[in-house]
């Protein structure tokens, strides 16, 4: 697989890589790249059969975009997204080889794509196996800088992330009547078993006992009860702690307040945040980033019945506060609350939330872009920089401080719902709510709404899949290395 790229007379060129390929085949590679149609467009897609020429049977040719003006580099996120079209693209091969320029994070890009793309989710297909194109199996990466020490260092980190990200790409895809809140709760003590961390579980009747109201509440409706998650990386020279929360509902159907039936299947992504939690805490174990992290997941499923609760029931959230739940479908907000508070009073330094929490981050974002909420504008920055660096789309959004009164409730401390304008600001606004304070002051917080980034309902693209993307696990690695080094 090589790069080509669209030059500033609007000519397709070959991006540097490309060379000894172009040699075995007599320089032609542009020319006849150029003629079956190809313009060096980011993402585009073309295959040559080789006809013995080389040692490939075909080459691939991935749009990289407009090339770098002189003395610059093609970036990072072309290069990355490139790496996934041609394994995305390729499934169903054996063995890839690639040859992509190296941009300002040396090859950590070509790794991190190559791997990202060759990502396919099987595990359900039974009769329609033989239609199913299989992932690549073996990468190469040809690169002049292939045996130097920072190479193989990005090599086993693009590994490491790589693989958390796939892994809640598969939670995410995991049909909900096999994941509940239960199911998840084991998948965490088993990564807990495997990486060595410490583990605690809270059952219902732990929950009751100890006063979660949030979380018994949005899980009350259904049979499968909830559970709290606390898992724990500590490395000894660490400085900081980062507490990670995310959301947990192994499925969303509104409750009571139901949703329509367009797209209620979609609501099984309603974990990714708790998934995306849990997992990066391992990665950022596995690469022993000297840094403290304590994931917490929220885990309820929240399902319409005669036990469940009731627009207008209150509820008391872990420490006291009392909540009015208006509409049952708003109910992410209950189950983070308790976590919220809980993780509090451990007075940790950060404390960064990941939930798909509304449909109105997709209204004002979009798709592809996650919304970055929270009470510490250095914080908010330093994740959109993170987030930045790993490939993610993440987009600083305010919490304007008159939206609190829309929250106001009639009879207890707070509503679960506000004004509708403005929905995801909204929620960041109730969250704010539950974050505790640390000498007197409240505690560094922020909030990520990956409402639609954590699930891809349109086409695959770059090395992103259809599903489960495993949104902002790369960032919270990113995030974890930055602060442990500022
Ligand atoms: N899980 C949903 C948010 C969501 C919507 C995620 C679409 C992914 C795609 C959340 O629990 C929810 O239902 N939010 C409500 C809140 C409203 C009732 C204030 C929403 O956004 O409609
Ligand atoms: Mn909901
Ligand atoms: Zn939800």
């Not at 075995?24 to 993402?43: E, H, M, V």
């Not at 109201?213 to 980062?242: C, F």
Request: a neutral charge; glycine letters at 10%; proline letters at 6%.
């Amino acid at each position: 697989m090589i790069g080509v790229a669209r030059a500033s007379d609007g000519k397709i060129i070959l991006a540097p890589g490309a060379e000894s390929v172009d040699a075995a085949l007599n320089r032609r590679l542009a020319a006849t790249l150029s003629q079956l149609g190809a313009t060096g467009k980011a993402s585009e897609c073309h295959r040559i059969a080789t006809f013995g020429n080389t040692a490939a049977q075909q080459v691939i040719a991935v749009g990289l975009g407009d090339a770098p003006r002189r003395n610059q580099r093609f970036s990072p996120d072309a290069v990355r997204r490139a790496a996934g079209v041609a394994t995305r693209e390729l499934a169903g091969t054996r063995h890839v080889a690639i040859s992509l320029p190296t941009t300002d994070q040396g090859i950590r890009p070509t790794a991190e794509g190559a791997l990202l793309g060759a990502y396919t989710y099987y595990r359900y297909r039974n009769a329609s196996q033989a239609d199913h194109r299989a992932a690549v199996e073996t990468i190469t990466i040809v690169s002049d800088d292939a045996r130097t020490p920072e190479a193989k260092r990005a090599l086993t980190r693009a590994q490491v992330v790589a693989e958390a990200v796939c892994k809640v790409r598969d939670l995410v895809n995991t049909p909900p009547s096999d994941l509940h809140p239960k199911e998840f709760a084991q998948f965490a003590a088993e990564q807990a078993d495997q990486y060595n961390l410490d583990i605690e579980i809270l059952d219902e009747r732990q929950l009751k006992k100890g006063g979660y109201g949030g979380i018994l509440g949005v899980g009350q409706g259904s049979i499968n009860p909830p559970r709290l998650v606390r898992l724990q990386y500590r490395h000894p020279k660490a400085k900081k702690t980062i507490a990670l929360v995310g959301k947990g509902i192994t499925f969303d159907s509104g409750g009571l307040s139901l949703k329509p039936t367009a797209s209620m299947d979609w609501m099984k992504s309603d974990m990714g945040g708790a998934a995306a939690v849990i997992v990066a805490t391992t990665a950022i174990a596995q690469l022993k980033v000297p840094i403290n992290v304590t994931a917490w997941a929220p885990l309820a499923e929240n399902m319409p019945s005669g036990s469940a609760q009731r627009p207008s029931d209150v509820l008391t959230i872990f420490g006291g506060k009392t909540v009015e739940v208006l509409n049952t479908d708003a109910e992410g907000r209950l189950v983070l609350a308790d976590a919220l508070v809980r993780a509090s009073e451990e007075q940790p330094d950060y404390i960064i939330d990941a939930a798909t929490l509304t449909g109105a981050q997709l209204v004002a974002l979009g798709t592809r872009t996650s919304g970055v909420m929270g009470n510490d504008d250095d914080l908010r920055k330093a994740i959109t920089d993170a987030a930045t660096t790993a490939g993610e789309q993440m987009w600083p959004m305010p919490l304007p401080p008159e939206l609190r009164k829309s929250l106001d409730s009639q009879v207890a401390d707070i509503a679960n719902i506000g004004d509708s304008y403005g929905g995801m600001l909204v929620a960041g606004i109730f969250l704010q709510d539950f974050i505790g304070k640390r000498d007197g002051e409240p505690i560094p917080w922020a909030h990520l709404d990956i409402a639609g980034p954590a699930f891809n309902q349109g086409n695959p693209y770059g090395y992103t899949p259809k599903g489960g993307t495993g949104a902002a696990v790369a960032t919270f690695v990113q995030l974890a290395e930055d602060l442990a080094s500022a």
